[in-house]
C-alpha cells in the first residue's frame, strides 16, 4: 500500500507531502496507482521548483519514496495555494478510487 501523508497550514497551504511503499494493484512498471501517485507528485515538484516566492526541498531517492517540503512569501501564496489545491484533490481521487492500495492522510496545523 502507498501511504501518503500531507501537511497543510491554517490557510490550507501545502507544507509537506511524503509517499512511502508500493501500491501493489499491478506488476512492477505497470501498476496504475503507483503511476498515478508517481506523476502528480513529480509534476508538484517541477511546477514549484524555480516559481518565485516558493523554496520547495524533495528527494526521491529510491522508488517508493518521495518528500516534499514548501515555503513561500507573499509572491508565492496564491500560486502554491492553487497548485496544492489541484494535488490534493487529485491524490484524494486515487485513494478513493483505490482504498486497498493507497491511503492518504491529511493534516492541517496552525
Not at 497543510?8 to 505497470?30: L, R, Y
Not at 519514496?65 to 501564496?77: Q, S
Request: overall charge neutral; charged content about 25%.
Amino acid at each position: 500500500m502507498i501511504k501518503i501523508e500531507t501537511v497543510w497550514d491554517k490557510d490550507g497551504i501545502i507544507k509537506s507531502c511524503t509517499v512511502k511503499g508500493h501500491a501493489g494493484a499491478g506488476k512492477t512498471g505497470t501498476d496504475i496507482v503507483c503511476s498515478a501517485v508517481s506523476v502528480l507528485v513529480r509534476t508538484m515538484a517541477a511546477v514549484l521548483l524555480n516559481r518565485e516566492g516558493i523554496v520547495i526541498r524533495w528527494e526521491a531517492p529510491e522508488p517508493g519514496f518521495f518528500f516534499l517540503e514548501a515555503e513561500y512569501t507573499a509572491a508565492g501564496k496564491d500560486f502554491l495555494f492553487s497548485a496544492g489545491e489541484f494535488f490534493r484533490i487529485g491524490l484524494a481521487s486515487i485513494a478513493e478510487e483505490y482504498p486497498k492500495h493507497c491511503k492518504l492522510i491529511q493534516t492541517r496545523r496552525t
